[in-house]
């Protein structure tokens, strides 16, 4: 079993940063790729980004492209999400997800991860 638990949401002004943290214990990210997911009120879970286990293959969402960077460092465990130049559409509850059968044609999809932390909220104010 795999346990998640982000960290790092808060306040924030319109053009700040925020750094989210993903810890795992349990049996850690079990070898796989590990994604943030986000959802805004009223609004489904959407993909943000995922990083593969190496940390060698990423991708974003359009919408984050330039201003987000995920990275992860396995000997701690933790994957991060470094979010640049917010804007009020950034504000939701982020949620890390994990999964080991993650590959490039479903890494955008909520369904394809088993685990999932509880969520930090980040608010962008204008």
């Known amino acids: 079993q795999v346990q998640l638990v982000e960290s790092g949401g808060g306040l924030v002004q319109a053009g700040g940063s925020l750094r989210l943290s993903c810890a795992a214990s349990g049996r850690t990210f079990g070898g796989g790729s590990v994604g943030w997911f986000r959802q805004a009120p009223g609004k489904e879970r959407e993909f943000v980004a995922v990083?593969?286990?190496?940390?060698?293959?990423?991708n974003y969402a359009d919408s984050v492209k330039g201003r987000f960077a995920i990275s992860r460092d396995n000997a701690k465990n933790t994957v991060y999400l470094q979010m640049n130049s917010l804007k009020p559409d950034d504000t939701a509850v982020y949620f890390c997800?994990?999964?080991?059968?993650?590959?490039?044609?479903?890494?955008?999809?909520?369904?394809?991860?088993?685990?999932w932390g509880q969520g930090t909220l980040v608010t962008v104010s204008s």
């Open positions: 990083i593969s286990w190496s940390g060698g293959i990423t």
């Open positions: 997800a994990a999964d080991n059968s993650i590959n490039l044609f479903n890494y955008f999809n909520r369904n394809a991860y088993a685990y």
